[in-house]
């Protein structure tokens, strides 16, 4: 199901831009770097996804608590309207924000930086690895979660 989801994301993320440049949107970046970053961040989202069904119950619940975490997801990523920056440490001279725990926020920078400025994968290679870092801790909460849920004997 997860692959299926990525697939699904990446199109989505893929049309999305295709969408823009049919409207006169201009991009300076790369459009492989674009479509690597998108699918690492896809795979977050659906992380995320995972860790979210286990606390869903009923269709309900999906609906009304369900949403919760997406619109986090969304409106503490800069997505919506830019938000103030509390950096908290600093990694490789790296600055790390708050709201860098989820990893559309840092998506976010790393398709600024492509689309804006030309960026490159060294450029981003602290954003990317961040994001794939904590992909990776969310689908292994998700499916440590799963296996407890739905697997349990």
Excluded at 15 to 24: E, K
Excluded at 73 to 85: A, H, Q, R, T, V
Aim: charged share 10%.
């Amino acid at each position: 199901v997860s692959i299926n989801q990525l697939i699904i994301g990446t199109a989505c993320l893929l049309l999305t831009y295709f969408a823009g440049l049919s409207v006169g949107y201009h991009s300076s970046g790369s459009l492989w770097l674009i479509f690597l970053t998108g699918m690492i961040t896809c795979f977050s989202v659906i992380a995320i996804s995972i860790i979210t069904a286990y606390f869903i119950k009923t269709m309900f619940g999906l609906l009304t608590v369900g949403c919760l975490p997406f619109f986090i997801l969304m409106f503490f990523s800069d997505c919506m309207i830019p938000l103030p920056k509390f950096k908290i440490l600093s990694i490789f001279g790296n600055p790390v924000y708050m709201n860098d725990v989820l990893p559309t926020a840092i998506a976010t920078r790393a398709f600024n930086k492509i689309l804006s400025y030309n960026a490159n994968f060294a450029d981003i290679s602290f954003e990317f690895a961040a994001i794939l870092l904590l992909s990776i801790l969310y689908f292994t909460i998700g499916v440590l979660l799963f296996k407890k849920k739905h697997m349990s004997i």
